[in-house]
């Protein structure tokens, strides 16, 4: 089993790193980064990724991310798992949904090399994670004063992922339509399956959603 090469960085079996991508510049120029956890196991299997803070005020996958990071069963990993716990980093350190042009990272996607920071950020994280991805967990919480119950969100006529859902014995699981722009539906064009997992509310984090 040969390394897992994430932009540029090259990870046997066994390791784990974290991976620094350049986003942008703040206005005092500190440099931004989308940071990724690859976290390679001992015997060969599926990569999956798993995402927080896409809308930056949805914080819960932050902890929910960082917590799976710390399972000591882990060690019995097969394959690859990517941890992407804040992917709006702007969103995340403003405490709002929406990067500083007022786009919606999850309205953005595939998004383009020479595009908005937006577009821009979308198109990383796609090229550089989910076309390197098996599957994809994506983690989302109800927008600011709202609370959602915990539920999994998959594509309508989807077995496959059908079957993902309920392996993790969710709730309730939506079959909800993917929309235009979205992670999900880019995910989908490229043949990644992804959930959505959406529980709690913006800007807190609640031991029972989390747990």
Not at 55 to 75: A, N
Not at 96 to 110: A, E, Q, V
Not at 189 to 198: A, C, D, I, K, S
Request: with cysteine; glycine share 10%.
């Amino acid at each position: 089993m040969n390394g897992f090469v994430l932009h540029g960085v090259s990870v046997k079996p066994g390791e784990r790193c974290r991976v620094d991508m350049p986003i942008t510049l703040l206005s005092n120029h500190v440099p931004l980064h989308l940071s990724v956890q690859v976290l390679r196991g001992q015997r060969p299997g599926p990569v999956l990724f798993l995402s927080g803070a896409v809308h930056g005020d949805e914080i819960i996958g932050v902890e929910i991310i960082r917590r799976i990071g710390q399972l000591k069963r882990l060690h019995a990993l097969r394959g690859t798992l990517l941890c992407i716990p804040i992917v709006n980093v702007h969103g995340f350190i403003g405490h709002t949904r929406y990067l500083p042009d007022r786009r919606d990272l999850n309205r953005s996607f595939p998004g383009s090399a020479n595009g908005s920071l937006a577009a821009r950020l979308a198109h990383l994280f796609l090229q550089e994670v989910v076309e390197r991805s098996d599957y994809g967990i994506d983690i989302h919480s109800a927008a600011l004063h709202r609370r959602n119950l915990a539920q999994i969100r998959i594509a309508p006529g989807d077995e496959q992922l059908r079957r993902l859902a309920h392996s993790f014995q969710a709730p309730i699981v939506i079959e909800a339509p993917l929309r235009a722009g979205s992670l999900r539906e880019a995910a989908r064009e490229r043949g990644v399956p992804v959930l959505l997992f959406e529980a709690g509310a913006g800007l807190r984090l609640d031991e029972e959603d989390i747990s």
